[in-house]
C-alpha cells in the first residue's frame, strides 16, 4: 500500500511562491495517477493538478494554470508542486494522491483516489 507524506508549506506574502514535495513510498511508475488536491476552510476538496497513468501530460485547474507546476523526481519517488504568484485564495491544506486504476474521467474527482498524504498547510497572507 502506497504511503505519501507531504511537505514545504507555510506562509507567504501574495506573489511569493512555495515548492511542495511529497515523498512516496514506492516507485511513481506506470499506472499510477499522481495528483495534488487542496481543500480551504468550509469548502470541498478541489483538484489543483494530475499526472494520468506516468504519462507525458500534466492536467491542470484553471485557477491554478500557468501559475503552478506538478512535476517528479523519479529517482526519488517524489513529486512536487511549484507554486508561484500566490494569491490569498490558494490559501488551503495541499494533499497529495496516487491510484493505480484511475480513468482519465475520473482524473478531478478526489473519491477516486485510493492513497493520500495527510497533507501540508499552505497560508498567503499579506
Known amino acids: 500500500q502506497m504511503q505519501l507524506v507531504e511537505s514545504g508549506g507555510g506562509s507567504v506574502p501574495p506573489g511569493g511562491s512555495l515548492r511542495l514535495s511529497c515523498e512516496a513510498s514506492?516507485?511513481?511508475?506506470?499506472?499510477?495517477?499522481t495528483a495534488w488536491f487542496r481543500q480551504a476552510p468550509g469548502k470541498e476538496r478541489e483538484f489543483v493538478a494530475a499526472?494520468?497513468?506516468?504519462?507525458?501530460?500534466?492536467y491542470y485547474a484553471d485557477s491554478v494554470k500557468g501559475r503552478f507546476t506538478m512535476s517528479k523526481d523519479s529517482a526519488k519517488n517524489t513529486l512536487y508542486l511549484q507554486m508561484n504568484d500566490l494569491k490569498p485564495e490558494d490559501t488551503a491544506v495541499y494533499y497529495c494522491?496516487?491510484?493505480?486504476?484511475?480513468?482519465?474521467?475520473?482524473?478531478?474527482?478526489?473519491?477516486?483516489?485510493?492513497?493520500w498524504g495527510r497533507g501540508t498547510q499552505v497560508t498567503v497572507s499579506s
Open positions: 494522491a496516487a491510484d493505480r486504476r484511475l480513468i482519465l474521467s475520473s482524473l478531478r474527482v478526489s473519491a477516486q483516489y485510493d492513497y
Open positions: 514506492e516507485r511513481i511508475v506506470y499506472p499510477y495517477t
Open positions: 499526472n494520468w497513468r506516468n504519462g507525458g501530460n500534466i
